[in-house]
C-alpha cells in the first residue's frame, strides 16, 4: 500500500488563510453596509410603506380625491402626547400642510424623532413629503407644546395603477423615539 503525501501545495496554506480571512471581513462590511443599502432600496421602491421626498408637485392635480388619515404613536415611557391632525380629503395632487400637536409631558427637555410609514403600503411610493418634523430631531422644552407641521401632495401617478383604484384612504403614521 502507498503513503499519501499530505504535504500542501505550494501557497495552498496562505490561499486558505486568506480566504478564512478575506470571508469574515467581506460579511462584516456587508453587514454595515446593509443599513444604507435598505434605506436607499425603501426610498426608491416606497417598499414597506416608505414615501417620498418632493420639492413640489410638478404633474398636476387630478379629480380623484383621497382621504389622508394620520397617526402618532410614541414609544413606551416616554413623556410625550402627540395629538396627529384630522383626517383631510383633496384631490389628488394637492399640496397641503397638516399640524402635529407634541407636548413634553416632563420637567426636563425631550429630544425625539420620528419613523414614518403610509399604509397601504403600496402608496408609499406616491405619497410624498415637501416639509416634515421628521426630517430633523426635535427638541422640547420641559412641558412645551409645539406645533409640528408636515406639508405632502399624493402623487397623480397612483391613479394610473390599476391595483391602486379602490383605494380611497391613506394613512401616514409616526412613532416617536427618544434620541
Same mark, same amino acid.
Given at each position: 500500500?502507498?503513503?499519501?503525501?499530505?504535504?500542501?501545495?505550494?501557497?495552498?496554506?496562505?490561499?486558505?488563510?486568506?480566504?478564512?480571512?478575506?470571508?469574515?471581513? /467581506?460579511? @462584516?462590511? @456587508?453587514?454595515?453596509?446593509?443599513?444604507?443599502?435598505?434605506?436607499?432600496?425603501?426610498? /426608491?421602491?416606497?417598499?414597506?410603506?416608505?414615501?417620498?421626498?418632493?420639492?413640489?408637485?410638478?404633474?398636476?392635480?387630478?379629480?380623484?380625491?383621497?382621504?389622508?388619515?394620520?397617526?402618532?404613536?410614541?414609544?413606551?415611557?416616554?413623556? @410625550?402626547?402627540?395629538?396627529?391632525?384630522?383626517?383631510?380629503?383633496?384631490?389628488?395632487?394637492?399640496?397641503?400642510?397638516?399640524?402635529?400637536?407634541?407636548?413634553?409631558?416632563?420637567?426636563?427637555?425631550?429630544?425625539?424623532?420620528?419613523?414614518?410609514?403610509?399604509?397601504?403600503?403600496?402608496?408609499?411610493?406616491?405619497?410624498?413629503?415637501?416639509?416634515?418634523?421628521?426630517?430633523?430631531?426635535?427638541?422640547?422644552?420641559?412641558?412645551?407644546?409645539?406645533?409640528?407641521?408636515?406639508?405632502?401632495? /399624493?402623487?397623480?401617478? @397612483?391613479?394610473?395603477?390599476?391595483?391602486?383604484?379602490?383605494?380611497?384612504?391613506?394613512?401616514?403614521?409616526?412613532?416617536?423615539?427618544?434620541?
Amino acid at each position: 500500500m502507498a503513503a499519501i503525501d499530505h504535504t500542501p501545495a505550494p501557497g495552498g496554506n496562505k490561499k486558505t488563510l486568506l480566504w478564512l480571512v478575506g470571508i469574515p471581513t /467581506v460579511m @462584516l462590511g @456587508l453587514s454595515f453596509a446593509s443599513v444604507p443599502l435598505y434605506d436607499i432600496f425603501c426610498r /426608491v421602491t416606497g417598499y414597506g410603506g416608505t414615501t417620498q421626498v418632493a420639492e413640489q408637485n410638478a404633474k398636476g392635480v387630478i379629480a380623484r380625491e383621497m382621504a389622508v388619515r394620520f397617526d402618532a404613536t410614541v414609544d413606551g415611557g416616554m413623556p @410625550l402626547r402627540v395629538e396627529p391632525a384630522s383626517v383631510e380629503t383633496n384631490a389628488i395632487g394637492t399640496i397641503s400642510t397638516i399640524t402635529y400637536r407634541a407636548t413634553n409631558l416632563s420637567d426636563e427637555p425631550l429630544r425625539t424623532t420620528a419613523s414614518f410609514n403610509v399604509t397601504p403600503e403600496s402608496t408609499g411610493i406616491y405619497f410624498n413629503k415637501i416639509e416634515c418634523f421628521c426630517f430633523t430631531e426635535q427638541v422640547l422644552a420641559p412641558n412645551e407644546t409645539v406645533e409640528m407641521p408636515v406639508t405632502y401632495f /399624493v402623487d397623480p401617478d @397612483l391613479d394610473e395603477n390599476s391595483e391602486l383604484r379602490t383605494i380611497r384612504q391613506i394613512t401616514l403614521s409616526y412613532t416617536f423615539h427618544d434620541s
